[in-house]
């Protein structure tokens, strides 16, 4: 899944493997511990976002075996949330497999521990099961397909491809600048929205928050239900992340845009832009 990474919560099944040459497969054979941080202006869900900001800090690890059998960790804190120090935390497991020369498969699982009444979009759906085929060529496409279950459920597929570039060396080969632009589509259901918006009331009910009157409500908790049960169309995204690259680490810059489907429920036609800065270090 993960570039889109919807949500860094889905998952950090694959943290990035570094290199000091274009080729980025030299690290698979062995075993690795990458651990992480990860600053994001706003929390991003298959390219939708919650109505208020949502600009957070996480910290992620990953241990990942020759065997393709991975584990994963990761904590999340709010900028604006002045409650619990962590404002979520996950954990999972997977396994990823060649099913042949340049096509490769990803089964996971992660769940996900959110404090009461929590802001973000997909509290409703802690679980996550997912499951990914990736092919390689001269670009990378992939097919990914997520269940994400809990007080609701909700499936959602993405379809992706993405081109890594080499923007060369700064330090005589000892290091790499790359470019790996994507663009992805992604469907699903959206019964999430609908423990979404009843938190919300609730949340803002117990902040203090004016509440919208009678009729909007209806209408927030109503209206919406009859279409989040149906697989439409959610976002159309374009990533473009830039990173150092050395032996060990890697720093990135990521920009994301995401126009939302006509029936999206957080905001149908709305151009939605996140960025990310993050550290990875890698044992």
Partial sequence: MKYILTFF??????????????STTADKKKTTFTIGATYTNNANYYGQKAAESMPYLAASAALRFRSGIYFTAAGYRLLNDSGTFASASSAG???????????????GYSHTFYPSHSPFLQAANPDNASASLKYEYWMSTALD??????????????????????????????????????IAVTGGTQRFYQTYV???????????????DIGGIAGMENGSAASTTKFNLLSYNLRVPLAYNRAHYMLEAA?????????????????NSFLDFSFYYQF
């Fill in 9 to 22: 919560l889905a998952g950090v099944s694959a943290l990035p493997a570094f290199s000091q040459s274009d």
């Fill in 93 to 107: 497991a997977g396994i990823v497999f060649n099913l042949g020369k340049k096509l490769t498969a990803d089964l």
């Fill in 145 to 182: 397909v997520d269940y994400n279950f809990g007080r609701q459920q909700d499936v959602f597929v993405t379809i992706g491809t993405e081109k890594l570039i080499s923007l060369g060396s700064i330090f005589k080969g000892k290091d790499i600048v790359t470019l790996t632009p994507s």
């Fill in 198 to 212: 009843t938190e919300k009331l609730l949340r803002d009910s117990i902040l203090g928050v004016p509440l919208p």
């Fill in 255 to 271: 920009c994301q845009l995401s126009l939302l489907g006509p029936r999206a429920e957080t905001g149908a036609g709305k151009l």
